[in-house]
């Protein structure tokens, strides 16, 4: 069962996360694994791996799981570009003018931003969307948005508080 967000809103892509209630319990091996959510957002300047399986390099959506390295500019140059339609459920990754190797790409949304805190990886974002601005003939890539992880920390314990799972995740 697909649980959104209740206010998610289409025109911004604000809220823009939702939970999965899965009819059995997954079985953790090297490959599924728990991770902790983070309590804020890194700083600027911070590294965050994003990974997903969108488009690859060639166009076609990736066989095997992408990831990339991307620092955080900080929430004032997030909103110094993206103004209004960035609020305090989203925060940005990533660098101005990056080659699309430094960015997410379609397919990846929902896909895992994560931040090593403490040797600790913590899950910080959710891809959500990013906007490429052609101007005059040249396409400048900008911050990637993800959704903010830690904003919606108390909607997750409220909407999971019945599932001991969660606590073994980190979340509670």
Known sequence: MVIPHGYYNDMNISNDIGLLHLTEPLVFNDFVQ????????????????TSGFGVDNDGYLAEH???I?????????CREIYQSYVDDSMWCSGDL???????????DS???VVFVDNGEPTLVGLVSWSYDDNDNGKTLLLYDVNTAVPYFKSWVEEKTESVSFCLYNGIG
Not at 34 to 49: D, L, M, Q, R, Y
């Open 34 to 49: 728990p991770i902790k959510v983070a309590s804020k957002i890194p700083e600027a300047g911070a590294t965050v791996t």
């Open 65 to 67: 799981l992408l990831f």
């Open 69 to 77: 390295h991307q620092t955080t500019p900080g929430d004032f140059y």
């Open 97 to 107: 003018d990056s080659s699309m190797e430094h960015r997410s790409t379609p397919g």
């Open 110 to 112: 929902g896909g895992p």
